[in-house]
């Protein structure tokens, strides 16, 4: 018994060693981006960026794997995750709120384009012919909503409160002297219900797919150089200073890139960098 018991505590303590040693490895290893790297984008204009990339990047020996989500949460969790390796379709207050909310692990790599919104109407050709009592649009999601509120602020349409933040809604208005009737829609379904309101907010990728371009149909729009809104090409924290990543940083501030994206794009998306 005695000799059992020896055996079995020796064969413990070896066994608690080596998950011990295995444990410590596990905590300090950090896998390296090196000359393969999944990146995840949503469908549209970062998804022919990316593309784009892929191609030039093969001159740098980094073979780019594309993944494309419908979605704007599954890319940062997945990236979170360790089944991306990198994402590229998201502005930086986005970004923060959701490492704010969900803890992710996650840095700026670099700034890669803005995506300009703009202000659209079906029979407006300015914003200054709005009358008493109509109706305008904006996206209802919280960065978006407050963004869309700028725009029109900006355009001298109204005025949000002193200090309010990011998440900003139509209740945070300090002066609507017309008394806009603001209507909060999803922003993929307001190129759709444009002819139920006099003006809109539409984020640029949704106002493409419905064929409108910010230098040709918007009334009016943020600013295409220096956007205070630039999309961001994220990594996890660990992975920030990377040689790959640094090589993915000239691929995407090339000449080639800013010459891919002013033919491609017409403007309504431009470079950030």
């Not at 959701?98 to 659209?120: C, E, H, N, R, W």
């Not at 305008?136 to 409160?161: C, H, M, Q, T």
Request: with cysteine; aromatic share 8%; charged share 30%.
């Amino acid at each position: 018994m005695k000799k059992w018991t020896k055996r079995s505590l020796t064969g413990i303590l070896a066994g608690v060693a080596l998950f011990s040693l295995a444990a410590c490895g596990g905590e300090k290893e950090e896998v390296r981006l090196t000359d393969k790297v999944t990146l995840g984008v949503t469908g549209g204009p970062h998804q022919q960026i990316a593309e784009e990339a892929k191609k030039l990047a093969k001159k740098e020996d980094i073979h780019i794997e594309i993944k494309t989500f419908d979605d704007y949460n599954t890319p940062n969790t997945a990236l979170n995750d360790g089944d991306l390796d990198a994402n590229n379709y998201q502005t930086i207050p986005f970004l923060e709120t959701q490492k704010k909310d969900k803890g992710y692990k996650l840095s700026i790599a670099f700034k890669t384009v803005a995506f300009p919104m703009g202000i659209y109407s079906d029979g407006l050709k300015s914003l200054k012919d709005l009358k008493k009592g109509d109706k305008i649009a904006v996206p209802n999601d919280p960065s978006n909503e407050y963004r869309a509120l700028k725009l029109f602020e900006d355009a001298g349409v109204l005025k949000l409160k002193k200090g309010v933040e990011e998440k900003a809604t139509k209740n945070d208005l300090a002066e609507n002297p017309l008394d806009l009737e603001i209507v909060e829609l999803e922003a993929s379904q307001i190129p759709a219900q444009l002819k139920e309101v006099k003006a809109a907010a539409i984020n640029t990728n949704f106002a493409m797919g419905a064929g409108l371009t910010i230098n040709d149909d918007s009334i009016y729009h943020e600013p295409t150089k220096n956007n205070p809104y630039p999309n961001v090409f994220v990594v996890r924290t660990d992975n920030k200073n990377d040689d790959a990543v640094k090589k993915l940083e000239k691929i995407y501030h090339s000449k080639e890139m800013k010459d891919f994206i002013a033919k491609e794009f017409n403007g309504s998306v431009v470079p950030a960098f």
